[in-house]
T-cell receptor
Framework: EPEVTQTPSHQVTQMGQEVILRCVPI?????FYWYRQILGQKVEFLVS????????KSEIFDDQFSVERPDGSNFTLKIRSTKLEDSAMYFC????????????FGEGSRLTVL | EDQVTQSPEALRLQEGESSSLNCSYT??????LFWYRQDPGKGPEFLFT???AGEEKEKERLKATLTKKESFLHITAPKPEDSATYLC??????????FGPGTRLSVLP
């Protein structure tokens, strides 16, 4: 069964460092998303991406964040100058069509900022 | 602002003991309401989409229903493997998902 894969599963970094989280969406999906979940809190939308550009972003997704689809398979989230409050689980998701509600999530990348 | 609340926060059931989880929402122009299951340390797994009041969807022991203000996830004769956090999310037209805080379900053998 096709699945969304994410790497790394866990990353520990020092405050102020840059991190890149990687995702391989399901191959025939066209819409890509990043969500985050701070421990014990809600899943929060960060950004959606379609046709090589951001289609929507939340207030959380400020200039510290960027996304890229560098090739035909990877979808990355870059966090510049990490802060302690960036510590969270970051989920990548993909869907075949927008607004279907049927998002396929990866298993997440846990980011710990020290 | 779109709001999604879920109750109860946590629920413990004995195997076979049916119950319902609630998702209440406030959204201007509901496009869809979605139920997901999340296991510890994993990403959410899609269960159902509901688009209009009166709609029902079923999958195995789960049935989701929708009214104009809330949705219920009914669990019939649950098994221990149904233990998970159940997330509700809503989407307004032109907006992205807003997830609720979830209901943590434990089904004891």
């Amino acid at each position: 069964e096709p699945e969304v894969t994410q790497t790394p599963s866990h990353q520990v970094t020092q405050m102020g460092q840059e991190v890149i989280l990687r995702c391989v969406p399901i191959s025939n999906h066209l819409y890509f998303y990043w969500y985050r979940q701070i421990l014990g809190q809600k899943v929060e939308f960060l950004v959606s991406f379609y046709n090589n550009e951001i289609s929507e972003k939340s207030e959380i997704f400020d200039d510290q964040f960027s996304v890229e689809r560098p090739d035909g398979s990877n979808f990355t989230l870059k966090i510049r100058s990490t802060k302690l409050e960036d510590s969270a689980m970051y989920f990548c998701a993909s869907s075949l069509a927008p607004n279907t509600g049927e998002l396929f999530f990866g298993e997440g990348s846990r980011l710990t900022v020290l | 602002e779109d709001q999604v609340t879920q109750s109860p926060e946590a629920l413990r059931l004995q195997e076979g003991e049916s119950s319902s989880l609630n998702c209440s929402y406030t959204v201007s122009g509901l496009r869809g309401l979605f139920w997901y299951r999340q296991d510890p340390g994993k990403g959410p797994e899609f269960l159902f989409t509901l688009y209009s009041a009166g709609e029902e969807k079923e999958k195995e022991r789960l049935k989701a229903t929708l009214t104009k203000k809330e949705s219920f996830l009914h669990i019939t004769a649950p098994k221990p493997e149904d233990s998970a956090t159940y997330l509700c999310a809503v989407q307004a037209y032109g907006q992205n998902f807003v997830f609720g805080p979830g209901t943590r379900l434990s089904v004891l053998p």
